[in-house]
């Protein structure tokens, strides 16, 4: 993945946007790992949880929007026990996807599904999906 990082791109309203909706301070990380060590379903992200925190202390805006990891996350809390620095991972990337929810704009379409892919998917992912849509 080729990255562009700018002062202007670190100081952008992007990240103090995450920072305020999910009320960590993103700057805390040190990049220790134990979050995605932890993390049940860190084997179908493409971003990690810990790179989630990087790629959000630079403001790299476009990858984390475009990013499967944020939905992936199951907010499981795993990752917040397990931060020596107390940051709330989650939190973090319930801010991500709230940025994106609030321009409309979601991953799942519940509506979208067919009979057939409604009775496959478990209850539990489209109930935490019209959490994720309505919280
Ligand atoms: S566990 Fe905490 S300090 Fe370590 S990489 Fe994850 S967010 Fe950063
Ligand atoms: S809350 Fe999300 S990122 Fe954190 S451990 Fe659970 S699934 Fe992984």
Same mark, same amino acid.
Request: charged share 15%; hydrophobic share 35%.
């Given at each position: 993945m080729r990255i562009n990082l700018s002062k202007r791109k670190i100081k952008d309203i992007f990240v103090t946007k995450i920072e305020e909706i999910?009320?960590?301070?993103?700057? +805390?990380? %040190?990049?220790?790992?134990k979050c995605s060590a932890g993390c049940? +379903?860190? %084997?179908?992200?493409?971003?990690l949880p810990n790179q989630i925190i990087r790629f959000a202390q630079l403001g790299l805006k476009d990858e984390l929007l475009q990013s499967k990891s944020i939905w992936i996350c199951?907010?499981?809390?795993t990752c917040n026990a397990r931060c020596p620095k107390g940051i709330n991972i989650a939190e973090v990337i319930e801010a991500i996807r709230q940025i994106l929810l609030r321009k409309r704009?979601?991953?799942?379409k519940i509506n979208k599904l067919s009979d057939a892919e409604k009775e496959n998917v478990p209850p539990i992912a489209i109930i935490s999906s019209m959490r994720k849509f309505t919280s």
């Open positions: 999910s009320g960590q301070n993103l700057l +805390a990380c %040190y990049q220790c790992g049940p +379903a860190i %084997y179908e992200m493409d971003i199951a907010s499981c809390l704009e979601d991953h799942l």
